[in-house]
C-alpha cells in the first residue's frame, strides 16, 4: 500500500489526464476551441471534475522553452520556486478565479508542466495532489500546511524531471516507475531510435500503473 495516494486512485487519474489529453488534441487538430470540461486560458488548459483539479502539460513548445530560457527564482509561499513555473501558474490561478471554481477543488492532479502547476495550487490552498512526470520545481522549500502532500509518480527514464539540476522535488512521497535510464539508453543504441521520450507520455503512466494495480488486486 502506498502512502498518501492508492494505486487505484493513481491509475484513475492517470487515465482521466490521457482522456482530456485527446480531447485537447482533437481540438487543436480540427483548430477548434477546447470543449467542455477543458478550460483553456493563456496556454494553460485544465479541467475541474467532482471537485477535482487536472493540469494538462503544455500544447505549446514555447511553454517550455520560456520555462528552460528562466533561470530565475521567485518567492513563494516562504520558499523560492522557478520563475518560468510560477508565471505559469499564476495564468492557471486567475482563470480559476475568473471561472468561480476557487473554494470548489479539493484535490489536484497534474502532468508534465501541469504537473507543476497542479503542484503551486494545492501547495497554496492546503490540499494533496498527484503528478506525473513534473519537472524540479524548488530551489528552497516553503511553508506548507501538512494537507498539502504531493504523491511525485514519475519514470526513471522521463527525461523531463530531471531538466533543471538546480532545482529540487521535494515531494511527500514518490512513486518509480519503468527501467532505469541505462537500459533505455541501450535500447536506443540497439534500436538507433530515441526511445526516451515514451516514458514522459501519458499513455505510458497509464500503461505501467495498470500493470501494478493489477497485481495488488491479484494478490
Not at 494505486?7 to 482522456?19: G, S
Not at 508542466?113 to 503551486?120: F, N, S, W
Not at 506548507?144 to 509518480?153: I, N, Q
Request: hydrophobic content about 40%.
Amino acid at each position: 500500500m502506498l502512502k498518501h495516494a492508492s494505486l487505484e486512485q493513481l491509475y484513475c487519474d492517470a487515465v482521466e489526464l490521457r482522456e482530456l489529453y485527446k480531447l485537447s488534441a482533437k481540438a487543436h487538430a480540427e483548430k477548434k476551441p477546447v470543449p467542455a470540461p477543458l478550460i483553456s486560458y493563456m496556454n494553460v488548459e485544465y479541467a475541474v471534475i467532482d471537485r477535482v483539479l487536472y493540469v494538462l502539460g503544455a500544447n505549446d513548445p514555447q511553454d517550455w522553452i520560456q520555462g528552460m530560457r528562466v533561470l530565475g527564482s521567485n518567492s513563494f509561499m516562504g520558499g523560492r520556486v522557478h520563475s518560468g513555473f510560477l508565471d505559469h501558474y499564476q495564468n492557471m490561478h486567475t482563470s480559476i478565479v475568473t471561472e468561480g471554481l476557487l473554494g470548489k477543488i479539493d484535490r489536484g492532479v497534474g502532468h508534465s508542466l501541469g504537473g507543476v502547476t497542479a503542484r503551486l495550487f494545492c501547495a497554496q490552498m492546503g490540499i494533496p495532489c498527484n503528478t506525473f512526470g513534473r519537472p524540479t520545481l524548488w530551489e528552497k522549500p516553503a511553508n506548507l500546511s501538512p494537507e498539502a502532500t504531493e504523491m511525485r509518480v514519475y519514470h526513471r527514464s522521463d527525461p523531463a524531471v530531471r531538466l533543471w539540476p538546480a532545482f529540487k522535488h521535494l515531494e511527500t512521497a514518490k512513486l518509480k516507475l519503468g527501467p532505469p535510464w541505462w537500459v533505455v539508453l541501450l535500447e536506443c543504441f540497439t534500436t538507433m531510435e530515441f526511445k526516451f521520450r515514451k516514458y514522459h507520455w501519458m499513455g505510458t503512466y497509464v500503461d505501467h500503473l495498470e500493470e501494478l494495480w493489477t497485481g495488488e488486486k491479484a494478490k
